[in-house]
């Protein structure tokens, strides 16, 4: 049986934990320089695009359209959407300048992150269990391994301002590793409309917004008054909403309530179909 990626990377990598040590420095005088932003798959999170064309200050659909490879291919699990490398010789990533990133601030998570790798262990019923980190150290010429200062994992998750970035991908984490998409076979993934609304929800936030307002979206569903004041003019409070739709829309949760009329009208319909069924059989 092939094994998962996790556990190659068990296997590969030791186990760290948050007071683990190692040395690293990253700085514009070190020889690989910028070496590492060219000809890297990176894959982002809804908050790492919703960081980065803030940044820009560009339209979801700009930022989605210039720097990104959507990857929505029927069956995959669910939609990926990967950092766009120019197309010069290089294949260097669009933000990298003589002096560094560009968007250094709001870089996202896995340029934030390296050269730490983090996994979760799986529980005997198979959920996410104990976190665990590793050292990304093989295969890639990176000098920062040489000097520098040492630090705990935790200082560096720190240093990085990982916190908040875990803290606004953890919806994320939850949905992409709910069980009943994990349980899907190869190819078993999303529909084309489920995968057009997870990412529209999740990545496309202005076309999100302009579905919600200029649909029969409120009339539809039982949304508090201060949560759609919120989402008008709050992308971070617009995408936390986005997790609550794909919650009840993908898993049937109850995160979002219909309204009693809308409800009731469905239940009507329900019974006369129903009711013409048992005509039709008798
Ligand atoms: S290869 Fe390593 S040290 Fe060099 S720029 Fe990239 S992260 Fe920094
Ligand atoms: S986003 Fe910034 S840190 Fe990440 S690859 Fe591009 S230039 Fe490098």
Redesign the pocket.
């Known amino acids: 049986m092939p094994r998962s990626l996790k556990e190659e990377i068990l296997k590969e990598y030791p186990r760290l934990t948050a007071d683990s040590t190692f040395r690293f420095s990253?700085h514009k005088g070190?020889s690989?320089?910028?070496?590492?932003c060219a000809d890297v798959n990176i894959l982002l999170t809804p908050y790492d695009v919703l960081r980065m064309r803030r940044a820009l200050a560009l339209s979801s659909d700009d930022f989605l359209g210039e720097y990104v490879v959507p990857l929505l291919s029927v069956g995959q699990k669910v939609p990926l959407v990967m950092l766009k490398m120019k197309g010069n010789e290089g294949k260097t990533c669009p933000f990298v300048e003589p002096e560094g990133c560009a968007i250094y601030e709001d870089r996202p998570w896995p340029c934030r992150i390296?050269p730490v790798g983090m996994a979760s262990s799986k529980t005997e019923q198979g959920a996410d269990g104990e976190e665990f980190y590793f050292l990304m150290e093989e295969g890639f010429a990176?000098?920062?391994f040489k000097e520098g200062r040492k630090w705990t994992i935790a200082e560096w998750f720190q240093e990085q301002g990982i916190d908040i970035y875990r803290e606004k991908s953890a919806p994320y984490k939850e949905i992409t590793l709910h069980k009943r998409l994990q349980g899907l076979q190869e190819g078993q993934g999303l529909g084309p409309g489920q995968m057009q609304m997870f990412y529209m929800a999740l990545y496309d936030l202005d076309r999100f917004r302009e579905h919600l307002f200029t649909s029969r979206f409120f009339k539809l569903f039982e949304i508090a008054d201060e949560v759609i004041e919120r989402i008008k003019q709050d992308d971070e409070a617009l995408l936390d909403f986005g997790y609550r739709w794909l919650w009840f829309c993908l898993f049937g949760e109850q995160t979002i309530t219909i309204r009693g009329e809308v409800a009731d009208k469905r239940r009507q319909e329900m019974r006369r179909a129903m009711e013409s069924i048992r005509g039709q059989r008798e």
């Open positions: 990253c070190i690989c320089f910028n070496s590492c390296y990176c000098s920062g």
